[in-house]
């Protein structure tokens, strides 16, 4: 199976952690990169952070200094770590695949990614 899969989403008050996982099966691969991205209602989906099979990170400037993405080769398994949640940290969050490897800009492009998982949901509240 392709598709990736999410756990760990929840509901938390603003200043709250949580921590979001991603089950990746098949891997390792060739080349690749791997990232999370949310969408909230009404808006369109954006890249949040993204690691490639160099370990080289990206993540969008409004999170960098909260979030943390990383990568557990031996269980196959992707992480984002969120601190200091803030309500517009609200969205469903979505684990992604690409088979390509990425950097920058065309790391945090939902069009460049092959594989989605079915997202789960992060509520922050005030």
């Known amino acids: 199976q392709e598709q990736p899969v999410e756990s760990g989403g929840g509901s938390v008050q603003a200043g709250e952690s949580l921590s979001l996982s991603c089950g990746i099966s098949g891997f390792p691969y060739s080349a690749y990169t791997l990232a999370w991205f949310r969408q909230a209602p009404g808006k369109e989906r954006e890249g949040v952070a993204a690691i490639d099979g160099d370990g080289r990170r990206t993540a969008k400037n409004s999170v960098k200094d909260r979030f943390t993405i990383s990568l557990d080769n031996a269980k196959k398994t992707l992480y984002l770590q969120l601190d200091s949640l803030k309500p517009e940290d609200t969205a469903t969050y979505y684990c992604?695949?690409?088979?390509?490897?990425?950097?920058?800009?065309?790391?945090?492009?939902?069009?460049?990614?092959?594989?989605w998982g079915q997202g789960t949901q992060v509520t922050v509240s005030s």
């Open positions: 992604a695949r690409s088979t390509l490897g990425l950097a920058g800009t065309q790391a945090l492009a939902a069009s460049n990614y092959h594989y």
